[in-house]
């Protein structure tokens, strides 16, 4: 069993914590980053996560590449988050590549490469706060509570999130429609696509704004990447898609990896 961590929050967190403002009056104010201590602080984030588990054979740090093949789906996404990273970010983060195993996929935000590896590699836990991996079967430690998602749960979220949208990331979902609303809807009229097209038309908005929402939710899985091309295998859907207790994520076994 490994360990697959969502290192872009820690050490995003770790580094900010340990900056500096700098006031010399009139225009100039500089920000100083204590590269050491903020390197600590990961260390320490990650000696927890560790000791929360006690038995495991390693773990594998994820972090985001620079591009992100979604602004080609949505130019605007995540483009409301001007604030340039913390000074000892790409520092802390080199560092750690001499110390661990850390995956970066070109185009892929690191909640896809740790969904890939999951459904890859089945058997390993995903640590990550963010929501969106609860698309992904498989335990999950959220650094509240360990949850184990089944197929269906993590289909039907991605249903839910094509609906709600996530302001974080830039983009919205149906207007005046969140996440108890989406559930309720699907609750109604079963967790399908027919029922996101028809919700999204009902906001005078189209099947295609629906597709966008749903490739811009979507977590990739070892399916939804071409290893040869080396690019995301963009969701679409069977008009007739539903989720159903008989939903399950295989893992393709092609001699593909993720390195």
């Known amino acids: 069993m490994k360990l697959l961590i969502d290192c872009d929050y820690i050490v995003y967190k770790c580094c900010a ?12 104010i500089v920000v100083t980053s204590n590269y050491s201590e903020a390197m600590k602080s990961v260390k320490r984030d990650l000696e927890k996560i560790k000791q929360e588990f006690g038995d495991f054979d390693d773990i594998i740090l994820f972090f985001t590449s620079p591009d992100n093949f979604r602004k080609k789906i949505l130019p605007e996404y995540k483009g409301h988050r001007q604030r340039k990273k913390p000074c000892a970010f790409k520092r802390v983060i080199n560092a750690l590549k001499l110390e661990y195993k850390v995956i970066v996929k070109d185009t892929l935000e690191a909640d896809d490469t740790m969904g890939m590896y999951a459904t890859r590699y089945p058997g390993n836990i995903i640590v990550s706060p963010d ?3 609860r698309q992904i079967p498989g335990d999950l430690y959220d650094f509240k509570e360990k949850v184990y998602i089944t197929p269906e749960e993590g289909a039907r979220w991605h249903l839910i999130q094509t609906l709600a949208g996530d302001n974080t990331d830039g983009y919205a979902g149906v207007p005046g429609i969140g996440i ?3 559930t309720k809807i699907f609750e109604e009229k079963g967790y399908t696509w027919k029922a996101v097209v028809e919700t999204f038309e009902e906001k005078d908005m189209t099947e295609a704004d629906a597709l966008i929402n749903a490739r811009l939710a979507r977590i990739l899985t070892t399916d939804d990447y071409d290893y040869e091309k080396k690019e995301p295998i963009l969701w679409t859907p069977e008009a007739d898609y539903r989720v159903d207790s008989g939903t399950e994520v295989e893992a393709q076994t092609d001699g593909a990896s993720i390195k």
């Open 131 to 133: 929501k969106d991996m």
């Open 180 to 182: 108890k609303k989406a």
């Open 17 to 28: 914590a340990n900056e500096t403002e700098i006031d010399f009056g009139e225009d100039v």
